[in-house]
C-alpha cells in the first residue's frame, strides 16, 4: 500500500474510512484527468477516485491538526483571541498546499521510476546485446538482466521472468511490461525489440540499431545539457559570487558611516551567508534535475 505524503493516518485506515469522500472525489477526477495515467505507471493499485478520496481525507485530518497547533502557538505567542481566528485560514492555504502536493506524488513516483529505468537502459541494452552474440536464449538473457545491479530496470525485467515462467509468452510479457512503463526510450527500445520477434529479425541487428539510436539520443542531449549548463553557471556566478563580494564591501563601508552596531552588522552578515547557502543548494537541484537520464551516473 502507497504512502501518502503528509497523512497522520495509515494507508489502509485512510482507504477503510475514505468512502465518504468519493462523491467528492468522482467530481475531482475530472479534473484531473491524467492522475489515472501517473497511479499506473507509479505502480499504485488503486483508481484515481479512490486516491483523491485517501488524499481528501488525510488533508482534512491534516488541516485539523494544522489549525489547532497554529492556534495554541497564537495564544502562546500573542496571547490575543482575535487572531486566533487567523488560525483555520492558516491552515485551509497549508492544507491545499498539501492536497497539491498529494495528488502530484505519483507524477514524482512516476519520474523517479523513469530516471531509474533510462539511467541503466544502455548498458544493459549493450549486456543483452553481447550476451545474444554469445549465443545465450533470450529468456537467460533476460534472467541475467533481471539479477543484475540494473536498479529499477533489473526490477522490471523481474517481473516479465516471472511471468514467462507462469505461462506467459515471451513477446507477450515483454509487450505488457511495455505498456506498465512511463519512460519513453525504454518503451521505444523495448517495442523495436518485440517487433523485431515478430517479424523474425535477426535480434542481433533489431539490438545494434536499439543501441546505435540511443547512443545518438545520449551525444545530443549531453550536448544540449551542456549549452543549459553554460547561462546557469555564469548566472551562478553573478549571484553566488560576485554579488556577495560587493555586499560584503558596501555593508563594510556603510556600517562605518552609519555606526551600526558589531551585532546588526553580524547578523546582516550572517543572513546574508544564509541567503547565499540557499541559492547554492537550489543551483546544484537545478543541476541535478536538468541531467540528463540517459548519461547515468557516470
Known amino acids: 500500500m502507497i504512502k501518502i505524503p503528509f497523512s497522520l493516518l495509515p494507508a489502509r485506515k485512510l482507504q477503510q474510512h475514505s468512502k465518504s469522500f468519493l462523491v467528492v472525489s468522482q467530481k475531482l477526477k475530472k479534473i484531473t484527468p491524467f492522475l489515472k495515467v501517473q497511479l499506473r505507471y507509479a505502480q499504485i ?27 495554541i502557538n497564537i495564544l502562546f505567542l500573542a496571547d490575543n483571541k482575535i487572531l486566533v481566528l487567523a ?8 492544507g491545499i498546499a498539501v492536497f497539491l502536493e498529494q495528488i502530484n506524488y505519483p507524477k514524482l513516483l512516476a519520474n ?11 548498458p544493459a541494452l549493450q549486456n543483452v546485446l553481447i550476451q ?5 536464449p533470450l529468456f537467460n538473457v533476460l534472467v541475467s538482466i533481471s539479477k ?11 517481473k516479465t ?38 517479424e523474425g529479425s535477426d535480434i542481433n541487428v533489431v539490438l545494434s540499431e536499439i543501441i546505435s539510436s540511443l547512443t545518438a539520443e545520449q551525444t545530443i ?23 556577495p563580494a560587493l555586499a560584503i564591501t558596501f555593508i563594510t563601508i556603510i556600517s562605518s558611516f552609519i555606526g551600526l552596531s558589531n551585532i546588526a552588522t553580524k547578523l ?8 547565499v547557502a540557499f541559492f547554492q543548494l537550489m543551483f546544484l537541484g537545478m543541476i541535478k534535475t536538468r541531467r540528463p537520464n540517459l548519461i547515468g551516473d557516470s
Do not use: H
Not at 488560525?87 to 497549508?94: H, W
Not at 516471472?162 to 521505444?188: C, H, Q, W, Y
Not at 550536448?223 to 554579488?243: C, D, E, K, T, W
Open 161 to 198: 521472468v516471472r511471468e514467462i515462467n507462469a505461462g506467459e509468452p515471451e513477446v507477450d510479457a515483454l509487450e505488457r511490461m511495455v505498456t506498465k512503463n512511463p519512460s519513453l526510450f525504454f518503451r521505444r527500445a523495448i517495442w523495436q525489440l518485440v517487433n523485431g520477434m515478430k
Open 132 to 136: 545474444i552474440n554469445a549465443g545465450v
Open 148 to 158: 543484475s545491479d540494473y536498479g529499477e530496470l533489473s526490477n522490471e525485467f523481474a
Open 87 to 94: 488560525a483555520p485560514v492558516i491552515g485551509l492555504i497549508i
Open 221 to 243: 542531449q549531453i550536448q544540449n545539457y551542456g549549452s543549459r549548463l553554460n547561462p546557469l553557471a555564469m548566472f551562478y556566478m553573478l549571484l553566488v559570487v560576485v554579488i
Open 45 to 71: 493499485d488503486l483508481e484515481a477516485r479512490e486516491y483523491l478520496a485517501m488524499c481528501l481525507m488525510a488533508t482534512s485530518f491534516f488541516f485539523i491538526f494544522a489549525t489547532f497547533l497554529i492556534a
Open 268 to 275: 546582516i552578515l550572517w543572513g546574508g551567508y544564509a541567503l
Open 112 to 122: 523517479k521510476r523513469i530516471r531509474g529505468l533510462e539511467r541503466n537502459l544502455l
